[in-house]
């Protein structure tokens, strides 16, 4: 069978098959509104000469919001040490899931869930593998899975993640 050229309708190929860094829905800024941006940064540098009282200011806020943050991880600590967590580790990764919400490592990567993010969590086992999935709301599931060095491990680490899913997550 004999295909014309003309009748063949190319369509530019997108998706994470293509380009690993593809994210649905996430769109770069317009070149020409950096473009702009930096155009108007320099200008207001040259009309007010140089700014050595905006630095300073910007330190002073700098300080301010990472002492907040300090204490915010205080916070966040206090209330994670005093309710159940599970942290599932392995050579290659790890399941951490704890008063802030769910948190997947795999190598060098790392997914954190809020637990306002995440819709639903089940999690299996087979042998000594423990599979924990996060189900978000946009109908999107996330699995990762660490294996244990023994069965009673496993175990344990069953009986911990059940005392944290009733103690942070709302049916």
Same mark, same amino acid.
């Given at each position: 069978?004999?295909?014309r050229?003309?009748s063949?309708?190319?369509?530019?190929?997108?998706?994470?098959?293509?380009?690993?860094?593809?994210?649905?829905?996430l769109? &770069?800024?317009?070149? %020409?509104? *950096?473009?702009?941006?930096?155009?108007?940064? &320099?200008?207001?540098?040259? @009309?007010?000469?140089t700014?050595? %009282?905006?630095?300073?200011?910007?330190?002073?806020?700098?300080?301010?919001?990472?002492?907040?943050?300090?204490?915010?991880a205080e =916070?966040?600590?206090?209330?994670?040490?005093?309710?159940p967590?599970?942290?599932? #580790?392995?050579?290659?990764?790890?399941?951490?899931?704890?008063?802030?919400?769910?948190?997947?490592?795999?190598?060098?990567q790392?997914?954190?869930?809020?637990?306002?993010?995440?819709?639903a969590?089940?999690?299996?086992? &087979?042998r000594?593998?423990?599979?924990?999935t *996060?189900?978000?709301?946009?109908?999107?599931?996330?699995?990762?899975?660490?294996?244990?060095?023994? @069965? &009673?491990?496993?175990?344990?680490?069953?009986?911990?993640? =059940? #005392?944290?899913?009733?103690?942070?997550?709302?049916?």
């Amino acid at each position: 069978m004999e295909q014309r050229m003309e009748s063949q309708k190319v369509t530019p190929v997108t998706g994470a098959g293509f380009d690993p860094a593809y994210v649905p829905g996430l769109t &770069s800024p317009e070149p %020409e509104a *950096v473009a702009e941006d930096a155009v108007t940064d &320099s200008d207001e540098v040259g @009309k007010e000469g140089t700014r050595d %009282e905006e630095p300073e200011a910007a330190q002073a806020t700098q300080a301010a919001e990472d002492a907040g943050a300090a204490d915010v991880a205080e =916070d966040a600590e206090a209330v994670v040490k005093d309710g159940p967590v599970l942290a599932a #580790k392995d050579r290659r990764g790890s399941i951490t899931v704890d008063a802030t919400g769910v948190r997947f490592t795999l190598d060098d990567q790392e997914a954190e869930f809020t637990w306002d993010e995440i819709s639903a969590v089940e999690y299996g086992t &087979s042998r000594k593998r423990l599979t924990v999935t *996060v189900h978000t709301p946009n109908s999107r599931w996330y699995p990762n899975d660490v294996e244990a060095a023994d @069965k &009673s491990r496993l175990t344990e680490w069953t009986e911990q993640l =059940d #005392k944290a899913l009733d103690a942070y997550f709302e049916d």
